[in-house]
RNA sequence: GCCGAUAUAGCUCAGUGGUAGAGUAGCUGAUUCGUAAUCAGUUGGUCGUGGGUUCAAAUCCCACUAUCGGCUCCA
């Protein structure tokens, strides 16, 4: 198995084996919630029998197990794992009890001043009484609120494990110091903790990188540099195809298609703000020479198309008959993200997004975001994204990081409220989650490691009109000034993707298959015939090509299905004589012999359809 | 940016101080075959880059780069 190419693990054997053992997550589950909790103590007990200078800070269950966080002179290592994983069964085979016990503030100061733990003062600081600590046998005890196990007994030592090691920064803040974390998963048996083994297997086999890699989608080099995807043919046609999609379904709405250049004048982005409050999360300033560096007078890269659009909407007199003005563009941004930030397509630093900025009259921002919000949920309709939150990504009032007036704030911030009310979405609040000009509708996705992105997005924007001094000419004759909204229902291009392909798990639906068809020859004196065939369904402008390897039906089968191609059609003496292709498809299997017309028939409807063939 | 790990053939990986390997892909030949791997032969690597230690480095040390996990950040 080793020694297979990674694509052989897509096989149907692999994949048929579907999950009877329910895994809960730890909110939705009191066992696990002691469990975790107490298993997150055994192995603190543990770190700190083995590693005596390390301090114990903060060790909460998280939805598939648990961390704690040490402060420790020296990092952990893989090899640490494993000697502190046999202290903790050691612990666990100890029986020891676990007493709950309920102390006064004084109290606890008192204890913790005796071992000597900072951090556990500061955390003490921040408890509500009653405090509580939990104690493990006679040694060793943590403030907790709990809940746990009785006996660590309950624990079974089969059944939990510790996963990896990572730096953390102590408060979650890259000011204060770095601390060692510990994440391990913990349950009620080893048949549970073997289905969990096996589906962060599974989940990896949907990784998009490696997805990427094995379908050839697209690909990055050191030449070219840390976060910057290179986009082959199969990845631009699946590009494309969803560019188009969305184009189409702009036009049908009255979107104005622009195009706007890479890069501008450094003071485009000084008018803007993004200058003042983002300079660093740009690439660096072009410039002619170091006299132009120093009076700051240059080009850079763009880090957002808004700018460019609102040169746009400047460029006239603009009537109210004229609005809403709905400008939209697939543009290309940069940003120098952190290096450790980087990562597969979801985190770029070059990326394009379906980006379009809409001028409207204060009258019309209501009915235009619902519109806006009515494109993106039916875009991830069409695209069957179902498992998305939508978040009210709102300014965190105690930041300095935001430009424009409370005003603007407030006025803003309501109108999206007001939106995901009407329409009677589910929703919570990100506070402090607000782009630095105004608040955002976001949505939010998973990908194959549970890890949350924001796709599409709905701003609400008083602040830049204000900037950029935009008006238009009211019916009565006066000067007023537009209010804009930002949208991207993908986000970005390369994001979309990247969870694209691991939603579907490299399986495209038809419509957005690189290669929706391939035709196969049982013999190589067919290969004229499957050739004139793709001929024909090129023309119509299916995406079908023809495999000439030579190689026996069954390699042939096997290369199209590792592949993932949606439609084979396989081409014997029957065929050719008959005019027909015997279809095998992904989804169905063996279909049989249909005529030439038909396949193509059915071929044009169910791309049409957004549906299977 | 921070903590840690990793980097060997197009791909997936083995190789812990003594002449660089396997499978697969590619190429060549034979086979002309009916629904997930036909057989044989064969090309291919400054072992990420640059330094150092050593008689000798893929292997040990240092720096850098990239990737992976996490943290922080994210317009």
């Not at 002691?34 to 200078?53: C, N």
């Not at 007493?99 to 004084?106: D, L, T």
């Not at 049908?252 to 003071?267: E, M």
């Not at 993932?564 to 498809?585: C, D, F, H, Q």
Request: with cysteine; proline share 5%.
């Amino acid at each position: 198995m080793v020694n297979q190419p990674s694509v052989i693990s897509e096989s149907p054997d692999s994949q048929e084996k579907p999950a009877k053992i329910h895994l809960p997550r730890t909110s939705e589950s009191e066992t696990l919630k002691k469990i975790r909790h107490t298993t997150s103590h055994v192995m603190a007990m543990a770190v700190q029998k083995l590693f005596p200078k390390a301090q114990v800070t903060i060790g909460p269950w998280i939805e598939n197990g648990f961390y704690y966080d040490f402060d420790s002179p020296e990092p952990f290592t893989e090899k640490d794992l494993k000697a502190i994983k046999k202290e903790m069964i050691k612990i666990i085979n100890r029986k020891l009890p676990v007493i709950r016990e309920e102390v006064s503030r004084e109290e606890a100061e008192r204890r913790i001043k005796t071992i000597n733990e900072p951090y556990k003062l500061e955390i003490l600081e921040g408890l509500q009484e009653p405090i509580t600590i939990y104690h493990l046998g006679e040694q060793w005890w943590d403030l907790c609120a709990g809940p746990h196990v009785e006996n660590t007994a309950e624990l079974n030592p089969q059944a939990f494990e510790l996963e990896t090691v990572a730096g953390a920064y102590w408060r979650g803040d890259a000011t204060k110091a770095q601390l060692q974390r510990i994440y391990g998963t913990a349950w009620e048996n080893p048949e549970q903790l073997e289905e969990y083994k096996r589906r962060k297997e599974e989940a990896l086999r949907r990784d998009h990188r490696k997805l990427g890699k094995e379908l050839g989608l697209f690909i990055f080099t050191d030449d070219v540099g840390p976060g910057l995807p290179l986009w082959t043919p199969k990845g631009t046609i699946l590009r494309s195809t969803l560019e188009d999609f969305l184009k189409q379904e702009q036009l049908k709405r009255g979107y104005l298609p622009v195009v706007t250049p890479h890069i501008a004048r450094v003071d485009l982005f000084k008018t803007s703000g993004h200058w003042q409050k983002y300079k660093e999360d740009m690439f660096p300033m072009m410039a002619d020479d170091e006299e132009a560096k120093a009076v700051e007078q240059g080009f850079v890269l763009k880090p957002m198309n808004c700018p460019f659009h609102i040169q746009i909407y400047k460029s006239e007199l603009r009537s109210y008959r004229e609005l809403p003005m709905r400008l939209a563009e697939f543009g290309t941004v940069y940003r120098y993200e952190q290096s450790g930030e980087l990562g597969g397509l979801t985190r770029v630093r070059g990326f394009t997004v379906d980006d379009s900025h809409l001028f409207v009259t204060p009258e019309q921002l209501d009915a235009e975001f619902l519109n806006v919000v009515d494109l993106i949920l039916s875009v991830f309709k069409s695209l069957q994204l179902k498992n998305f939150k939508a978040r009210l990504s709102f300014r965190d009032p105690a930041s300095d990081k935001y430009i424009g007036s409370d005003e603007a704030w407030e006025t803003s911030q309501n109108a999206i409220r007001r939106a995901v009310e009407t329409l009677g979405m589910n929703y919570f609040e990100g506070i402090g989650e607000a782009a630095f000009y105004g608040p955002k509708l976001d949505f939010i996705f998973q990908d194959a490691l549970d890890r949350e992105w924001q796709l599409g997005t709905v701003q609400v924007d008083y602040n830049l009109p204000e900037r950029f001094e935009l008006e238009y000419v009211a019916e009565d004759g006066s000067r007023k000034r537009p209010v804009m909204i930002h949208r991207a229902p993908f986000g970005s291009l390369e994001r979309l993707i990247g969870i694209l392909i691991e939603e579907y798990a490299g399986d495209f639906p038809l419509w957005l298959a690189p290669i929706q068809i391939r035709l196969l020859s049982v013999k190589d004196e067919f290969l004229p015939y499957i050739q004139n065939v793709v001929k024909e369904l090129q023309v119509l402008g299916i995406r079908a090509e023809a495999d000439t390897s030579g190689e026996r039906l069954g390699k042939q089968i096997r290369n199209a299905e590792t592949q993932k191609i949606p439609v084979m059609a396989i081409v014997g003496e029957k065929e050719v004589e008959s005019n027909s292709l015997n279809i095998r498809t992904r989804a169905s299997g063996e279909l049989g012999a249909l005529s030439v017309a038909e396949v193509i028939e059915r071929m044009k409807q169910a791309i049409e359809n957004y549906s299977d063939f």
